[in-house]
């Protein structure tokens, strides 16, 4: 896949950028979330429709997490033009998991002390900390100096931010519950049903993250200058290639 335009979108521009990106990276993602999430799976398979269940959702949830980082590494170095193994990404996610779980217990707390105290409170919350864990994998901060990051991103922006994320999230939930519809009308009110529905659920975990990773470049580029960041480092790389071209 060619990387993306270094410029300011249109938030159904951001969409479509995310789009783009599930499809020409989806083999990759769905993989790798297959892998970060199989003990979850597995956990399904053995206690589905027993006293267990509640833990193997637990264990899911907090896999989750892990999921949504590997994918911003994936889409990160998409958007720059690279490309990552599966292994790389692995052990990337790997050497920042105690940021990526404390940053995912600090947003987790501050959705549902929004949520428990209205709706919008929880919408705000999202929207100030929706790029804590990308801010973890893309620029290396710890799971505190993330909020604050996120906060500054999104600082001015939040109906962008709203209308981006919500569209990606609604679309995931039509996407799981459609699927879900179509299992239980050929499989019935089975285990397989549900262990298929939570698969399907760790396969669209990532669509948010990717369209999240994409609206993290899209407000450095207008709050920073990143696309002329990138223009300048890209002229510097090619001057440095003439000078060696024609060195004696």
Excluded: C, H
Aim: aromatic fraction near 10%; charged fraction near 15%; charge should be positive.
């Amino acid at each position: 896949m060619q990387a993306p335009a270094f410029r300011a979108r249109s938030v159904p521009e951001v969409l479509d950028a995310g789009f783009q990106m599930v499809r020409a990276r989806y083999g990759q993602l769905a993989l790798i979330s297959l892998i970060i999430a199989s003990p979850a799976l597995v956990l399904r398979v053995f206690l589905a429709g027993g006293q267990g269940e509640g833990f193997a959702t637990l264990v899911q949830g907090v896999l989750t997490n892990y999921v949504i980082a590997a994918a911003v590494v994936v889409v990160s170095e998409a958007y720059l033009g690279r490309t990552v193994e599966v292994g790389e990404v692995l052990e990337r996610v790997g050497s920042r998991f105690g940021s990526i779980w404390g940053a995912a217990f600090i947003r987790g707390f501050f959705l549902l002390f929004g949520l428990l105290l209205l709706v919008i409170p929880g919408i705000i919350a999202m929207i100030v900390t929706f790029a804590m864990p990308i801010v973890v994998m893309v620029e290396g901060t710890s799971a505190s100096d993330s909020f604050e990051r996120s906060r500054n991103l999104a600082r001015q922006n939040w109906g962008r931010i709203a209308m981006t994320l919500g569209v990606a999230v609604v679309l995931q939930y039509l996407a799981m519950f459609g699927s879900g519809f179509v299992l239980g009308a050929v499989f019935g009110a089975t285990t397989t049903t549900q262990v298929l529905a939570q698969v399907v659920a760790v396969l669209m975990a990532p669509f948010p993250a990717v369209v999240g990773t994409v609206l993290y470049y899209d407000l450095r580029i207008r709050k920073e200058a990143f696309d002329i960041q990138m223009l300048m480092e890209s002229m510097g790389g090619e001057t440095t290639q003439r000078r060696r071209r024609f060195a004696f």
